[in-house]
């Protein structure tokens, strides 16, 4: 190779990499405005009807909700509305303090912002962890006692969900216990993917029914059918299979392979996007 297409690989190769970036950011920045707007209807909605007395809303919108008598049960759901709002919104914040964690020596002065943004990603972070153990667990214990909507599909896919939450989380913060921080920050996106699987369903629910403008594949009633089975299973292992996809790119710093990763994690966002208007406009703010 000569010296100009060496400094021509090389440059190229810094686009890819900056334009994979790009787009990783566009994803991350996407997916905090649709996690927040889901957390703030959950406080908004759940939170504002427990202020006002008013129990029947809260029960209109769940499958069991608040049963008289089951103490046991009316605990867990409404922690799990509680822990719900803690980790939709705790998780982002996670994410992005642990980003700036790792450019902190780059501003000045370095130590304050390193030392202050240690601090809360470390604090967040076992409020994190913590939650994430807690809402798998109520949650297992909800779909296995109370049931919920759907089939026994549905029922398998969100608690292997709720078990890998668990696992990832077990995992993660071992991780950073030892201090492998390469590893950490590995096992903490999975984490977050997981965590977000119940996000995703709702928006991958809202983009489908956008596309076929109102349910298709499922019976809207019984709320079972192909579509919903392969969604409850696909809402965290998709975002999984792309997330190890993109490792692999990213490890790899080849040009090309870098720009379809980019294309695909664009073309997924905007889907994403369109997902998230949809749940936003008919599911969240009209309870709002
Ligand atoms: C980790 C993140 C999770 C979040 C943010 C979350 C959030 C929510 C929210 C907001 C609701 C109320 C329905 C709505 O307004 O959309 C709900 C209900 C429910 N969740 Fe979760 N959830 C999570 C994880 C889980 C897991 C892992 C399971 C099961 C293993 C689970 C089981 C349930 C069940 C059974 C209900 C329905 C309760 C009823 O209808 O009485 N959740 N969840």
Known sequence: MTKKTTILAGNSNDIAKLTLKSAALFWFFI?????????YYTVLFYGGSAIRGDIEAINKNLIHGIISGDHIGNFMVITHLILAAIITFGGPLQIILGTILMDADRFKPASNIRGATALVHRLNGRIYMMTAFLISIGGLYMIWTRGTIGGLAQHIAISLNGV?????????????IKGNITKHKRWALRLFLVVSGVWFFRVGLMLWMSIHQGPYGYDPITFTGPFLYILAFAQYLFPLLV???????????????SFAMAITITVLTIAMGVGIYGAFTGMWLPKM
């Open 164 to 176: 890998l939450i668990i696992v990832f989380a077990a995992i993660a913060l071992g991780y950073a």
């Open 31 to 39: 997916t905090v405005v649709g996690q927040w707007i889901f957390a």
């Open 243 to 257: 997330l190890e996809v993109y490792f692999r790119v990213k490890d790899r710093e080849n040009a090309r392979a």
